[in-house]
């Protein structure tokens, strides 16, 4: 099993980016996926979830509504799309499995003027 996370980087409050975690190893489609962040000094916190088929996605209250995750099940791989970005989005996103049993080894994000 191999989760790896790219498309983060360094952007502006209120600015845009759009995470991907390819998924490797394992039948992608049967599995929900999760979004977690960690940032300095602080636990790791679930950001999204979303099922199997992706009719199911729920958010951490702290970016409802400017997070969206979806998932491509053709390309075994899941999206964090993170809009309105602020300060304290700035973190270590991780993708996992929806057990947590497999994660990938995270991409920083940076949200700073």
């Known amino acids: 099993v191999q989760l790896v996370e790219s498309g983060g980087g360094l952007v502006q409050p209120g600015g845009s980016l759009r995470l991907s975690c390819a998924a490797s190893?394992?039948?992608?489609?049967?599995?929900?996926m999760k979004w977690h962040r960690q940032a300095p000094g602080k636990e790791r916190e679930l950001v999204a979830s979303?099922?199997?088929?992706?009719?199911?996605?729920d958010y951490a209250d702290s970016v409802k509504g400017r997070f969206t995750i979806s998932r491509d099940n053709a390309k075994d791989t899941v999206y964090l799309q993170m809009n309105s970005l602020k300060p304290e989005d700035t973190a270590v996103y991780y993708c996992?499995?929806?057990?947590?049993?497999?994660w990938g080894q995270g991409t920083q994000v940076t949200v700073s003027s």
């Open positions: 979303i099922s199997s088929g992706g009719g199911t996605r």
């Open positions: 996992s499995r929806w057990a947590n049993d497999y």
């Open positions: 190893g394992f039948t992608f489609s049967r599995y929900g």
